[in-house]
């Protein structure tokens, strides 16, 4: 299992469009991943579940993985989050 928190800066925090790209990322990876903000864990592959954690601008959120490629999971997660979304504007 491997795990890192990231502080989630982008304006909308983590709705909609950027959590569709996170989804996208996620499920790039063989890896279960989770997110967790609080005490609330989710299914990071889960648009529904993602949403449902009302991820806003400045929220620390912990991203975990656990599986065959977790470090690679968790390292591009939070490369995405840090980057603010950066696939947006493609």
Known sequence: MF???VVVKNQVGLHAR???FFIQKAN???SSIW???EERRVNG???LGVLSLGIISGTSIRII???VDEE???AGLVEL???EFAEEAR
Request: charged share 40%.
């Open 18 to 20: 950027p959590a569709t």
């Open 81 to 83: 989050v840090e980057s």
């Open 65 to 67: 993985a656990d599986g």
């Open 28 to 30: 790039e990876f063989k």
């Open 45 to 47: 592959k889960s648009l």
């Open 35 to 37: 997110v967790e903000k």
């Open 72 to 74: 690679q999971a968790v």
């Open 3 to 5: 795990v890192k928190d």
